[in-house]
């Protein structure tokens, strides 16, 4: 199993539309919760961090984290064709070391 | 934010010759940075912990006598994949963390390695 599930999609959306990204991880120690942005042959960029369970909002997204059932989302409201990338979620322990999902791609369409 | 860079963008070599991959911490000094590898449409994959003034820490599964890491001061950490091979072609990413933040890390841009 690996520690962190991510269903790598691709996802299609029209723009404007509410789009739901999740990860699943199997490591109850994890306690950093971040979710990056990777445009292609490009690295990755930082767009939200939660430290244990919670919501956090930023603009247009939404981060969650459920510590309980192992479960964090991304949302991004009113998406746009510029939001088209792909989504990686990350966890963290104590060490600073990442674990990242797949990856999810995302295009919405104008 | 912090900015770390990576030389070369983009390199091809020959099969059974090696490349150096070049990781820099451009304002701010970094006594850890992490090596990546990411292949078509797959996650970044830790390879190792690259730890100034001491040896790196490789991954289970990572072959440190091919992967050569030198973090020779507290801005640079070098990767050289020796012998490379086409299986090796990948694009390796490097990270250096936030030494002010318990999860902020700042990547590089990646390097693209073709072996033909």
């Known amino acids: 199993q690996k520690e962190v599930e991510q269903d790598p999609g691709p996802l299609s959306v029209p723009e404007g539309a509410i789009v739901s990204l999740n990860c699943t991880y199997s490591?109850?120690?994890?306690?950093?919760f971040m979710w990056y942005r990777q445009y292609s042959r490009k690295g990755p960029e930082l767009l939200m961090y939660?430290?244990?369970?919670g919501n956090k909002e930023d603009g247009r997204f939404t981060a969650q984290v459920d510590k309980s059932s192992k479960y964090i989302s991304l949302f991004i409201r009113d998406s746009q064709p510029s939001d088209s990338a792909t989504y990686l979620c990350a966890v963290s322990g104590s060490a600073r070391q990442l674990t990242f999902g797949s990856g999810t791609q995302l295009t919405v369409l104008p | 934010g912090a900015v770390v860079s990576q030389h070369p963008s983009w390199v091809i070599c020959k099969s059974g010759t090696s490349v150096k991959i070049e990781c820099r911490s451009l304002?701010?000094?970094?006594?850890?940075m992490f090596w990546y590898r990411q292949f078509p449409k797959q996650s970044l994959m830790l390879m190792a912990t690259s730890n100034e003034g001491s040896k790196a820490t490789y991954e289970q599964g990572v072959e440190k006598d091919k992967f050569l890491i030198n973090h020779a001061s507290l801005t640079l950490s070098t990767l050289t994949v020796t012998s490379a091979h086409p299986e090796d072609s990948s694009f390796y990413i490097c990270s250096a963390p936030d030494r002010g933040s318990s999860y902020e890390q700042y990547f590089g841009p990646g390097t693209r390695l073709t072996v033909t």
């Open positions: 939660t430290y244990s369970s």
């Open positions: 490591n109850s120690a994890f306690q950093y």
């Open positions: 304002d701010f000094q970094a006594t850890t």
